[in-house]
């Protein structure tokens, strides 16, 4: 996304233009009303619709879900913000106008009404995608090229965006798990309508940056219209498309329109990576193209892999792990808030920052390799390595008995930071340094596509965690629920939600289920919408041994079906559920580190077809890390 140039503030303020400082509390403070919202949202999804601290229900896979769509559409809606800026508005107006979006939209989120919260995400996206890549590229606009400064200043802005993302775990986090969730949604938005207004009062100390560029610097870069139009006159690139294109009507029309509408937009993506493939005319441009499409690669694996940490693994610090202290805090007494460990990767990165980034440096001057894309795949692998302590923390828990230990999660975090500050801080800059520069705009919106995609993976892979739902009906009247199930009749009165724990295990080939308290046999009262799936657990339970004697666990959560005519419930085995999460485990760590081993496998090959381009800039090399670092590693 372009700047205007020649954008030099004239006051400064220990060294640093004023316009830094705004900059730098706009984006604190909108990162605090992200990153807060970011960690109560999936507990605040699953969690049951009765109790003093109402969710809304959901299974986790409906979670998780719905979390990966979410993340997914931030990162993509940075591309019509772009657009938006570089041929509309500019950078400044366009982050103004985010920000307004954001306090409507974290406003909207503290009513509760189903509307609210639909309307409020919604406006988020929309605004995240106006204000974040724009007011990045706003700080490298307040310094002159080639300013020593360049890169103290992308550091201090960094540390805005670190700082508000640790200190919205801790109170955001511990305002919705504690008092209210729209409470903690109500704390986001105003921490963003603060960013807000102080963007506002600095419009004085940003005049000379993030304006609309001219006619002329607009009209540079790549035409999509012109492309696309090229695309008809491009037999090979036409046919390509046109089978994406069919395939994803057809998911459209007659799978899912949601997923159909994702493939369609992969697929205009796609077109466009193709065509500019056709239309570079150098060699060695080409080759280098092609090195960057396996960097889009590895920003999706990354992406699918980490942003566990705002679904699963929040539901998993939150469900399944002990976070019992020995001792006493202030507010929250002896159990730490499940949000909280998601402040662990923003303390990390502010730890650990400065420390690797000196590693590379130190063994870019001992001649050792050090390029970005053993960088990225290196950070991939040590992410990777990180789910090892989640698989460890799946397999201490055992139902209604004992929970993972914390320093699983601590352990798994400091090894996904770590991948991350490897790999996050040099994506988005090796990718600009390959790309033509007729396309580099169009490369970083794809940058942004893969970023998203990453993200949709991330949910993906948190619902295959969980399964397929079991489900099933209340098959009796309430009132024997009550008397059979210890169930209070005001629960059924006021239509709210309730679960039921019971033991599961085979006898003489039968399925059993037993009520844990009373004893009572839990499938008199039920009925299964979906055989096929309670025979393949009968075969699972046989073949793992569930006996009487050692039974295995099973809670029915029920809920008001759409109609609101009766009870349908989600039929969760618990120790089945936990060795699919060991495996979703397990199975991140083998893939993310052959992927990253194989890239680095690749190494030689790969560089020689950068022809030398790292090798031309390694005297940039620091300024643009601090700068990428904002841009990539704060997921949005």
């Not at 670190?162 to 801790?170: D, F, I, K, V, W």
């Not at 020995?326 to 808030?337: A, H, K, T, Y």
């Not at 059993?512 to 008199?524: A, I």
Request: with cysteine.
């Amino acid at each position: 996304m372009a700047t205007a140039k020649n954008r030099v503030p004239q006051k400064e303020l220990f060294g640093h233009p004023i316009g830094l400082y705004i900059l730098f509390m706009t984006e604190m403070w909108e990162r605090f009303s992200y990153y807060g919202m970011r960690a109560i949202l999936v507990l605040y999804l699953v969690s049951a619709t009765t109790g003093g601290n109402a969710g809304l229900g959901w299974t986790r896979a409906e979670a998780l879900a719905l979390y990966g769509w979410y993340t997914m559409l931030v990162y993509v809606a940075s591309i019509p913000g772009g657009m938006i800026a570089d041929k509309l508005l500019g950078q400044k107006k366009t982050v103004l106008w985010g920000g307004v979006v954001l306090v409507a939209g974290h406003g909207i989120l503290a009513v509760e009404q189903m509307w609210a919260f639909y309307s409020g995400l919604v406006l988020i996206i929309i605004g995240v995608g106006m204000l974040k890549a724009n007011i990045s590229t706003m700080v490298g606009g307040l310094y002159k090229p080639g300013d020593i400064r360049r890169d103290k200043g992308f550091t201090i802005f960094y540390i805005g965006i670190n700082l508000g993302a640790l200190l919205s775990s801790l109170i955001v986090g511990y305002v919705g798990e504690n008092i209210g969730w729209h409470y903690g949604f109500g704390i986001a938005g105003i921490a963003m309508a603060l960013g807000l207004i102080i963007y506002w009062w600095g419009q004085k100390y940003l005049t000379n940056v993030g304006n609309l560029l001219s006619k002329a610097e607009r009209d540079e870069g790549a035409s999509l219209g012109n492309m696309f139009s090229d695309l008809l006159k491009s037999p090979l690139q036409l046919i390509i498309t046109s089978v994406l294109m069919l395939g994803s009507i057809y998911y459209l029309i007659f799978e899912s329109i949601p997923y159909g509408l994702l493939f369609i937009f992969l697929t205009l993506v796609t077109a466009l990576m193709l065509m500019v493939y056709k239309e570079i005319t150098t060699q060695v441009m080409k080759d280098r193209y092609v090195v960057m499409v396996l960097s889009f690669l590895l920003v999706v694996v990354f992406w699918g892999a980490f942003e566990q940490a705002g679904g699963l693994m929040n539901i998993y610090a939150a469900d399944k792990t002990d976070r019992t202290l020995s001792f006493s805090l202030p507010l929250i007494g002896n159990e730490v808030p499940a949000t909280w460990f998601q402040s662990l990767n923003a303390l990390f990165i502010i730890i650990f920052g400065v420390i690797i980034a000196n590693f590379w440096a130190r063994r870019k001057l001992k001649n050792k390799e050090a390029s970005s894309i053993f960088k990225m795949a290196t950070g991939v692998i040590i992410m990777g390595l990180g789910f090892i302590f989640m698989a460890f923390a799946a397999s201490e828990y055992v139902p209604f008995d004992s929970k993972g230990a914390m320093y699983w999660l601590l352990l798994a975090y400091l090894l996904h930071t770590i991948g991350e500050l490897c790999s996050s801080p040099v994506a988005l800059s090796f990718i600009t340094k390959l790309a033509p520069v007729k396309y580099a705009s169009l490369m970083m919106g794809v940058y942004f596509a893969a970023t998203g995609l990453g993200n949709k993976m991330a949910g993906v892979i948190g619902e295959f965690s969980q399964g397929d739902p079991i489900t099933v009906e209340l098959a009796t009247s309430e009132t024997q629920i009550s008397n059979h199930f210890l169930i209070d009749n005001s629960i059924f009165e006021n239509k709210e939600n309730f679960s039921i724990n019971a033991q599961i295990y085979t006898e003489n080939g039968d399925l059993k289920v037993v009520d844990m308290e009373t004893g009572e046999p839990v499938l008199d009262y039920l009925n299964f919408t979906n055989k096929k799936g309670i025979n393949d657990m009968k075969e699972t339970l046989a073949e793992e041994g569930a006996t009487a004697q050692d039974p295995y666990h099973v809670m029915v959560k029920f809920r008001q079906n759409d109609e609101n005519t009766g009870y349908v419930g989600d039929f969760i085995v618990d120790e089945v559920q936990t060795d699919r999460e060991f495996s979703t485990f397990i199975g991140i760590t083998i893939f993310t580190t052959a992927f990253g081993l194989i890239v680095i496998f690749m190494l030689k090959p790969l560089k020689r077809l950068t022809h030398g381009v790292e090798d031309e800039e390694v005297e940039m090399r620091e300024q643009e890390q601090y700068e990428i670092s904002d841009t990539e590693s704060d997921k949005m």
